[in-house]
């Protein structure tokens, strides 16, 4: 009698699904879901790791780096206090663009800025002033040193490069001597982070990351990214009319892309 | 005169620039280093939207919709009206002329555009200026056009006895001295009285004498009853009449008549009246249990009352709104809403008591909202987001903006250096009383310890008791925990004291130098507690550290502290710079946060000490033991401080 029960029961929604309204309703949904998939799989390809950030200090030149890249002018630049982005394209051949982020280098912002903007990131252009190198070493250091031991930076490894920047000056560093140096002070780093007293919450302050390798002294080939150094000058030899002089990076960009 | 004008976009390009003045403000544009012109929106002050610059002033527009920033700046010395218009006005008419170029995706409109605005900006200047000058100065009256000529010259004699109402106005401003000569005071009062009579107004002039006559009554009998200073003449006059030796009630009467005290009736029973004793009322409450002791009852009504007041006008607001409200709601969910001052009103203000009931200080959250009002006001707001959202979002990101330091906070690398030079790294550590310094020291030279850094604790707290034996018991217990065998032979700690009473620059000098002398790696000099208004001792902790110059003076705060912190700070670092020769002042350079275990999420303080120094709380002290030590996590913290 249960059976019988059922039966016309079943009877009737089988009537129902064959419904032609319940079935225009059924492909309906399933095709919005589809196209909703399709959409999210795009967005995705399309913001996945397309961008090339940006990062220094305060005063290193990235905002005029950015400028000079993407439309060849000198331009007057003031601190920035947020991000600016736009589209680059690579070479003149090739039709890949990239898009290039100029984040903030001011002490309060540079990190917020990075915890956005790192899990695209594709590349990162790390901007030195070589000029004020020497003074500013354990900063600039301590800055990179945050950088290298993200942890979305080592699983991504994004290909680094060191841009020497103003280079134009005749008191200004070679890459060669900015290598050497940051490698001595992020070797001292590693052991003075690692020291410091916990994190409120529990998680250390170096991060569980171990720079480099233990024991032997630290390299930029021990990384896992493979990172370069080269000399540019964004306000160029020639003054400011001039050409800038970002052979070097633009190579390196179209080497990237 | 304006000096220069600027107008740059948020991500750092120059659009436009003016320079009116000479070259030297060329430092305002090529600053190396230090931002000068952004400086106020990075440190979240961005409440007042002026601030001065050496010789200048400047005043800053920000478009919050476009990313852009208006500065201008003039000399400090002059005040220019006509200022704010002429932001207002150039950020107008800049932003309907190049709206193309700012709405071009990313900053590619910004770097290909060229914005030449100087005629547009010489017009609106001119414009402003001659606004400015519209009005003509005001001519003087003349003598004849004054009300005093067309008085009499009797009325304005006073006599004594007469208060003519020249007097009642006198007393209402506020400027009335006690007049002991009366008659010369007289004509210049009425001279004043007649100034605000002439203000005063028309109808008085026309019953003079009767307003006169009537004021002077009313006068008399407000100070009858008084009793007045400017009476004085007749009390005078009969104070002198003879001086009578004053007579107190029980001044005569010997000790015995005032002695109500009967020595025989204390002990015995019958001396005093049995009282009439109700038991019931003595007792209360009936149905007690014997012995038995109650807990407090809690009354919640209070809250649910609140909560019902509070919610009645917003269901007003809400059946107000009704159709309109529905819209706008939905056109706010969706597409490009602005955001303008009164919608973003009532989230700021729950937000600011929301920081208050975290323990922020109630001008520090007051100023944070101001900023961040002003950050927000005009942008565009994207799909999907309310309100509430993006000034949470924006709220959250500017408190970590404050807590992230403006410079390095690496001791140990300091110190690492320090050693190099073969020289001690001095740390300094002052505060008010009993917030924890000799603790967080013990603390601190535990860590330097554990890290191979050899310590002298200098003991210049040379006032209160027991606090160089504190410092004793601290170094007897590294000493155990970390003994010279297992560091090469080397005492890790040593204790350098001189006894109480002496003073404590001189204790402080002598312990950096035999720090050198011996080798000790670190000097960790503990002062002793002083208030912030206690000026002598300010002083002298302002000497200490001006003679001295530490490597790096450490404010110790306890984390329980609220509105004080703001007080405290303020006044330590004033002192600091007030009594120091140089030409840089040492202030304070970094903050400790103790007795952290004992907030639970009101982790409020941290803000307000971060927002008045902007330096960074190097270490946070969260308990009493040696390990208790740690340093700052801003995404935690900030994470609890925006915790419902």
Known sequence: SMAGGLEPHLEALRRELHGPAVLSVLIALIAVAVTFLIWRFVQGRRSSRKAVLLLGLCDAGKTLLFARLLSGRYRDTQTSITDSSAMYRVSRDKSTNVTLIDLPGHESLRLQFLERFKAAARAIVFVVDSVAFQKEVKDVAEFLYQVLVDSTVLRNAPALLIACNKQDVTMAKSAKLIQQQLEKELNTLRVTRSAAPTSLDGSATGGPAQLGKKGKDFDFSQLPMKVEFVECSARGSKGEEGEADLEGLEKWLVKVA | ?644
């Open chain 2, 1 to 644: 005169m304006l000096d220069f004008f600027t107008i740059f976009s948020k991500g750092g390009l120059v659009l436009w620039c003016f320079q009116g003045g000479s070259d030297r403000d060329e430092g305002m544009m090529g600053a190396a280093g230090t931002p000068i012109l952004t400086a106020p929106l990075l440190q979240e002050r961005g409440g007042n939207n002026s601030f001065t610059h050496e010789a200048l002033t400047l005043k800053y527009k920000l478009d919050n919709q476009f990313e852009l920033v208006f500065v201008v700046g003039f000399q400090k010395i002059l005040t220019l009206t006509y200022v704010d218009k002429l932001i207002d006005d150039v950020h107008k008419e800049f932003r309907d002329k190049y709206r193309n170029e700012f709405q071009q995706k990313g900053a590619l409109g910004l770097l290909n555009g060229t914005f030449d605005f100087k005629d547009d900006f010489m017009r609106l200047l001119r414009d402003a200026e001659e606004s400015s000058k519209v009005r003509a100065p005001t001519v003087m009256k003349t003598f004849e056009q004054s009300l005093k000529s067309q008085k009499t010259v009797k009325c304005m004699i006073e006599t004594r006895g007469e208060k003519p109402k020249e007097k009642v106005k006198n007393k209402k401003n506020k400027g009335s001295k006690k007049d002991g000569t009366e008659a010369v005071a007289a004509p210049s009062k009425a001279s004043a009285g007649d100034k605000q009579l002439s203000a005063a107004g028309e109808k008085e002039e026309l019953t003079k004498d009767e307003i006169l006559q009537k004021n002077r009554e009313e006068f008399f009998r407000r100070h009858m009853k008084a009793g007045e200073k400017s009476r004085s003449p007749k009390p005078d006059a009969q104070k002198e009449k003879g001086k009578k030796p004053r007579v107190w009630d029980l001044g005569n009467s010997n000790a015995k008549v005032l002695d109500y005290s009967n020595s025989a009736t204390n002990g015995s029973a019958e001396a005093c009246p049995v009282e009439e004793f109700d038991p019931d009322m003595a007792l209360g409450d009936k149905n007690r249990e014997p012995g038995r002791l109650y807990d407090l009852e809690y009354e919640s009504d209070d809250e649910a009352e609140e909560e019902k007041v509070v919610q009645n006008p917003s269901k007003a607001s809400v059946k107000k709104g009704g159709l309109g409200g529905m819209f706008g709601m939905l056109k706010g969910l969706v597409g490009s809403k602005s955001l303008t001052r009164e919608d973003m009103d009532p989230v700021l203000e729950k937000m600011k008591d929301h920081l208050i009931a975290k323990n922020v200080a109630a001008e520090i959250a007051v100023q944070l909202c101001e900023s961040v009002a002003k950050k927000l006001e005009g942008k565009v707001m994207g799909t999907f987001t309310t309100v509430t959202s993006t000034v949470k979002q924006a709220l959250q990101e500017a408190l970590v903006q404050i807590l992230q330091p403006q410079r390095r906070v690496d001791v140990l690398r300091d110190v690492m250096d320090a050693q190099r030079h073969r020289r001690p790294y001095v740390v300094t550590f002052c505060g008010v009383n009993g917030v924890g310094k000799s603790t967080n020291l013990a603390k601190i030279s535990f860590w330097l310890i554990e890290n191979g850094f050899s310590v002298l604790i200098a003991a210049c707290d040379t006032f209160r008791a027991g606090a160089v034996e504190q410092l004793r018991t601290h170094t007897r217990r590294l000493n155990a925990l970390h003994p010279p065998e297992s560091h090469g032979g080397r005492t890790m700690v040593q204790l350098y004291e001189k006894g109480y009473g002496k003073d404590a620059a001189g204790i402080a000098m002598e312990a950096i130098s035999y720090a050198r002398n011996q080798g000790f790696d670190v000097v960790l000099v503990d002062t002793a507690g002083r208030m912030q208004d206690n000026a002598p001792l300010m002083t002298a902790l302002a000497k200490l550290i001006a003679v001295n110059a530490p490597d790096l003076v450490l404010f110790v705060g306890e984390a329980l502290v609220g509105n004080e912190a703001v007080d405290q700070l303020v006044k330590f670092n004033k002192a600091l710079a007030d009594h120091s020769m140089a030409q840089t002042p040492r202030l304070i350079d970094g903050i400790v946060l103790t007795k952290f275990d004992t907030i639970d999420d009101k982790v409020g303080a941290a803000i307000s000490m971060t927002y008045i120094t902007s330096k960074p709380i190097v270490f946070v002290g969260t308990g009493q033991t040696y390990c208790d030590l740690r340093s700052l996590n801003a995404k935690a913290v900030v994470a609890a401080l925006m915790k419902a």
